[in-house]
């Protein structure tokens, strides 16, 4: 069965860093593109950045780009995302998911708040 | 960036009656490879979003029947045949032909 496992949310003040882990399982890490998608509360869903196998491709979103680095451990089946400069809008549950021309599986997220 | 743009917004059903959710994208979803990267998700209260339907028309695991997609180029559906309770929530459009990756607003649906 295919489990993804976020951690490392919190609430953080403006200005302030923060790094996001998802653990996966049930089926071969390495051999997945991944990503991050974010909900801020009550609003719809944004992709934020994508990661390819080895970790030599990624891409972000506008609004987080210079900010956010995405990166993954293959040996630990695990995804990162870091995040810098942190603002109010970043305020939202971060789920990663599996990638497969769109997520086909989906982490029960972790919030991140952003606040003074 | 593509806009993906839903309709309806709100979408108040009757149990056992089909409901139909229209997606429209800012361009074309055909890729390169001929692909057309069309998704849609179901995200039910308190829950994390799920795959309902990938390529247009293509169920996920476990995914009941009642589901279906159809469409081209920019003009997309959802239809659910028969809306059962656990229907309830919020359905998503998302392309993923182009960068950045994009969803629609969401369309909310519920038992009238």
């Known amino acids: 069965e295919v489990q993804l496992v976020e951690s490392g949310g919190g609430l953080v003040q403006p200005g302030g860093s923060l790094r996001l882990s998802c653990g996966a399982s049930g089926f071969t890490f390495s051999s997945f593109w991944m990503t991050w998608v974010r909900q801020a509360p009550g609003r719809g869903l944004e992709l934020v950045s994508i990661i390819n196998q080895d970790g030599s491709v990624n891409y972000y979103v506008d609004p987080v780009k210079g900010r956010f680095t995405v990166s993954r451990d293959n040996a630990k089946n695990s995804l990162y995302l870091q995040m810098n400069s942190l603002r109010g809008e970043d305020t939202a549950v971060y789920y990663c998911g599996r990638e497969d021309w769109g997520p086909d599986y989906w982490g029960q997220g972790t919030l991140v708040t952003v606040s003074s | 960036d593509v806009v993906m743009t839903q309709s309806p917004l709100s979408l108040p059903v009757t149990l056992g009656q089909p409901a139909s959710i229209s997606c429209r994208s800012s361009?074309?979803?055909?890729?390169?490879?001929?692909?057309?990267?069309l998704n849609w998700f179901q995200q039910r209260p308190g829950q994390s979003p799920r795959r309902l339907i990938y390529?247009?028309?293509n169920r996920g695991s476990g995914v009941p029947d009642r589901f279906s997609g159809s469409g081209s180029g920019t003009d997309f559906t959802l239809k659910i045949s028969r809306v059962e309770a656990e229907d309830v929530g919020v359905y998503y459009c998302m392309q993923a032909t182009h960068w950045p990756r994009t969803f629609g607003q969401g369309t909310k649906v519920e038992i009238k």
């Open positions: 390529k247009i028309s």
């Open positions: 361009q074309s979803l055909v890729h390169s490879d001929g692909n057309t990267y």
